[in-house]
């Protein structure tokens, strides 16, 4: 499972939901996002993903990229936030394994959507 938590941690920053809360998790990042008008982009997103509509979905993805790179931390951080990030994800998978599979549905379809918008 660690394989995971590496490769999360080594993508491109981006907003996920875990349960009702989201957080930016990526390269030297891992923060709660909590700010409503970037919270808003995330339903817009969703809604574009809905409704299939490619430019919408590359704009708002554009968007959640950048508001999660914006929570990046310096380069001297990055071990105290990795170790942060995979004791968090360590609790997710033994606490609750549904939301943990909800990430995991989440990070692979982020993937997808990043070779075909990116």
């Known amino acids: 499972m660690s394989n995971f938590k590496e490769n999360l941690?080594?993508?491109k920053s981006f907003i996920y939901q875990i349960g009702e809360e989201y957080y930016a998790?990526?390269?030297n990042t891992f923060a709660k996002?909590?700010?409503t008008q970037e919270l808003d982009n995330m339903e817009l997103f969703q809604n574009a993903l809905k409704k299939k509509n490619?430019?919408?979905i590359a704009k708002y993805m554009d968007k959640l990229m950048r508001i999660a790179n914006?929570?990046?931390v310096d380069a001297r951080e990055h071990y105290k936030l990795q170790e942060k990030l995979f004791q968090f994800i360590d609790g997710l998978e033994t606490?609750?394994?549904l939301i943990f599979q909800?990430?995991?549905r989440q990070v692979f379809a982020f993937d997808e959507l990043?070779?075909?918008y990116q």
């Open 102 to 104: 909800n990430l995991q």
């Open 9 to 11: 941690y080594e993508k």
């Open 95 to 97: 606490k609750d394994e």
């Open 114 to 116: 990043t070779e075909k």
């Open 70 to 72: 914006s929570y990046r």
């Open 25 to 27: 998790i990526g390269a």
């Open 54 to 56: 490619d430019r919408q």
């Open 33 to 35: 996002v909590t700010k």
